[in-house]
């Protein structure tokens, strides 16, 4: 979208900051600007990515503690550095960039963290794809689960002679399967070995905040729609465990 617009002849100048931070911690401007990216810290703040990815800052402008929570102060500081609860990176001309929250990471049975966001951003960039939500914590492989665009996926379904007759004998059907699969595999191409999605489930639902898989602006609630389905995702891994690949 930045692209967009400043293809258009209006730049964006993202920036990035917390409440704690008094809160820009770091800002693109007009002279110093790189898409994709929040900019460059600012002057007086310092920032560094921790051994697993979290940006830690301090500065004059950085909190002192909160009120009347000193268990909460302590937690929030590792060596007078302040935990942002964000990942990121700091590449080679300075500028940091943000790829997802701590907490939302996914750490393998292996022992490999993976950054959901990134690639879910990736896939919901195809029109045939709603929303797409990465699983797999403490699991052998990271999954993805899938809430299709269903008004392309039926103009899709109806152009390729696919019979259906409820969104969930659509989502069943081998053909709407083989397609996102394809995706998925598409996408793959672009991943780390440990990141690669080995499997898909396609559910037949739109996620929405009614049902507590999204929130009232529209962000995916991961424990949520983990929660919503388990059956389903177990016995996706369940049957990877027998079935070789």
Request: hydrophobic residues 40%.
């Amino acid at each position: 979208m930045a692209e967009w617009y400043a293809d258009i002849g209006i730049p964006i100048d993202e920036g990035y900051g917390l409440t704690e931070t008094s809160p820009v911690i770091a800002v693109n401007t007009p002279k110093a600007h790189k898409l994709g990216t929040v900019g460059k810290p600012l002057a007086n703040v310092e920032v560094r990515i921790a051994d697993d990815g979290e940006v830690l800052v301090r500065g004059p402008s950085v909190f002192k503690g909160y009120w009347n929570r000193p268990e909460d102060t302590r937690n929030a500081f590792v060596d007078g550095w302040f935990k942002t609860g964000d990942i990121g990176c700091l590449d080679s001309e300075g500028y940091l960039s943000i790829t997802d929250r701590k907490k939302d990471l996914i750490k393998t049975s292996g022992g490999k963290f993976i950054a959901p966001q990134p690639i879910e951003s990736s896939l919901k960039l195809n029109p045939l794809i709603g929303t797409a939500v990465v699983v797999g914590d403490r699991r052998k492989f990271p999954a993805v689960l899938i809430s299709p665009h269903f008004p392309l996926l039926e103009e899709w379904a109806r152009a390729n002679q696919v019979e259906f007759t409820s969104r969930q004998t659509l989502v069943a059907n081998p053909k709407v399967q083989a397609l996102y699969e394809g995706l998925i595999e598409d996408l793959n191409q672009n991943l780390a070995r440990f990141e690669k999605l080995k499997r898909v489930i396609v559910v037949p639902e739109e996620f929405s905040a009614a049902d507590g898989t999204m929130t009232h602006t529209f962000k995916v609630r991961r424990r949520g729609i983990e929660e919503r389905y388990r059956t389903l995702i177990d016995e996706m891994y369940a049957k990877a465990d027998v079935v070789p690949g």
